[in-house]
């Protein structure tokens, strides 16, 4: 099931926004809707537009703009893959080739600052300054996770802070913005508002924990990207950081060589120190806990079908395996 399939009031809305997204892709340059369309219709969860939808209804809005701020964070979500696969020359997202690898780097990071720049036009039309502050606020947020993330990668000696510190940045950041700005423009008391923003913060935390698990335990047509992605990378995330912490000093040494040279050639062993060292079952208790928390300050909102939806969806995001 779909997430947008839990809640039957969401799923009209739900189609309202996938039309608009694609009403909107529109540019006098026929590569740019070209990359865009492809990019956009490439089979995402549609996630965060999601929970703009379930946080403005969970606070009672009974308006149309939830369906533009959706695609807005759908735009800037798109964005934010295209120059991700140019940064880590990946090859492969949700089981297709990635537009850099069909069209070039050039192009992809180009596109992307097209969908950027639309979706600051659409938040224009919506017409609602604090939406404007929040979202333009996440968007530099992320940057900054994104380059932290840079600083990270290959550096062996990362801590979980360091960790958390980049993914708060560059997933829970817009989870964080979706909810809140959906409780905005629904005009909600500070109390919902805040509920809100914590619950999407706490959601992307979790959702990033088990993607970052997935790396280590799925299948290639499973997750839709090449297993071992981040190690090949070089990139230092909870399940090699916690391995570290629990396996003999070989292993360790092995770790913080693969991290530093990047690349796949032990990814079998560290695969098995990996699973060995239970990493995998402590990076999965930090999703729940964080999940855990995202329910938890659901309770400042009203009672709702969107709000019990809200909850399953945090409790889905950390027990998934795609």
């Avoid at 992307?112 to 600051?120: H, K, M, N, Q, V």
Wanted: charged share 20%.
């Amino acid at each position: 099931m779909q997430p947008h399939q839990l809640n039957p009031q969401i799923e009209p809305q739900f189609e309202a926004v996938n039309d608009y997204i694609i009403n909107h892709l529109g540019s006098n340059v026929p590569l740019v809707e070209k990359i865009g369309h492809y990019i956009v219709e490439s089979g995402g969860k549609r996630l965060r537009p999601l929970l703009v939808l379930l946080a403005a209804n969970a606070c009672g809005y009974k308006g149309d703009n939830h369906v533009s701020l959706a695609a807005t964070i759908e735009f800037i979500h798109t964005a934010t893959l295209l120059h991700d696969d140019v940064v880590d020359n990946s090859d492969l997202r949700r089981g297709k080739d990635t537009a850099n690898a069909r069209w070039g780097n050039a192009p992809s990071v180009l596109v992307g600052d097209f969908l950027y720049s639309r979706a600051f036009q659409i938040m224009v039309e919506i017409g609602k300054m604090p939406i404007m502050e929040v979202i333009s606020n996440a968007t530099n947020v992320i940057a900054e996770g994104e380059v932290l993330q840079l600083l990270n990668c290959k550096n062996p000696d990362t801590t979980e802070e360091a960790y958390m510190q980049v993914i708060l940045g560059k997933t829970a950041m817009l989870f964080e913005a979706a909810t809140e700005c959906g409780a905005i423009l629904a005009d909600a008391p500070e109390d919902q508002r805040t509920a809100l923003q914590l619950y999407g913060r706490h959601l992307g935390i979790a959702f990033q924990l088990i993607d970052d698990v997935m790396d280590y335990l799925s299948t290639a047509e499973e997750m839709g990207k090449n297993v071992g992605d981040d190690l090949s990378e070089g990139k230092p995330t909870l399940p090699l950081i916690q391995a570290m912490k629990n396996c003999t000093e070989e292993e360790r040494q092995q770790i913080r060589q693969a991290i530093r040279n990047g690349g796949l050639d032990d990814l079998q062993p560290i695969l098995d120190v990996v699973h060995r060292s239970g990493a995998i079952e402590y990076t999965q208790q930090q999703a729940q806990k964080h999940a855990d928390l995202a329910i938890e300050a659901l309770q400042a909102l009203p009672e709702t079908s969107f709000r019990e939806t809200l909850a399953q969806l945090a409790n889905i995001a950390a027990n998934r395996s795609a």
